[in-house]
């Protein structure tokens, strides 16, 4: 069993130059995608960089500010933004603290990746024992709650 430190007493400073007020620690990192938590404290900045790697980052407490390219979004607990590779981004909190988990995507090494097709598998209609090209799915993210008095206590989650 491997078991991987993070969080508080666990974390060094973080970022990338111009970074203030983050502090963090790397819980995984291999060929395949690296990942870190960050702790953003008030008035925290992760300067505006880029990164060779797409990046996947996820809020899970707290909440701030987040940049790609020129668009700028608030950002909370529950919420994960896609930032591009080599597309300038960063991250920033005002009044209040978040933390986030960081997931890291390298490019595959040559090999790696095999083409194919999705198989529509089972018994009912549009079933096949052969490959075929997978139905594009459907749907959207649901609208954010329009006030934090609005929320549902029993969710367990706080805001």
Do not use: C, K, Y
């Not at 900045?45 to 790609?68: D, E």
């Not at 005002?94 to 390298?106: I, K, L, N, Y």
């Not at 018994?123 to 052969?130: D, L, N, V």
């Not at 609208?143 to 969710?155: A, C, G, H």
């Amino acid at each position: 069993m491997d078991i991987r430190r993070f969080g508080p007493g666990n974390r060094r400073p973080e970022g990338p130059p111009g970074t203030r007020g983050i502090s963090g620690q790397v819980i995984w990192s291999d060929i395949h995608g690296h990942v870190s938590e960050l702790a953003f404290s008030r008035q925290a900045l992760i300067a505006p960089h880029t990164n060779p790697h797409t990046t996947l980052f996820v809020v899970v407490s707290g909440g701030g500010w987040v940049q790609v390219g020129d668009e700028r979004s608030r950002v909370r607990h529950g919420e994960a933004v896609v930032w591009p590779a080599e597309v300038p981004h960063g991250a920033w909190t005002d009044g209040s603290e978040m933390r986030a988990v960081v997931v890291e995507f390298p490019e595959a090494p040559a090999g790696l990746i095999v083409d194919g097709a999705a198989a529509r598998v089972g018994t009912g209609p549009g079933a096949s024992s052969g490959a075929t090209a997978a139905t594009p799915a459907e749907g959207s993210l649901a609208d954010r709650l329009p006030d934090p008095v609005d929320r549902d206590e029993s969710e367990g989650e706080p805001w």
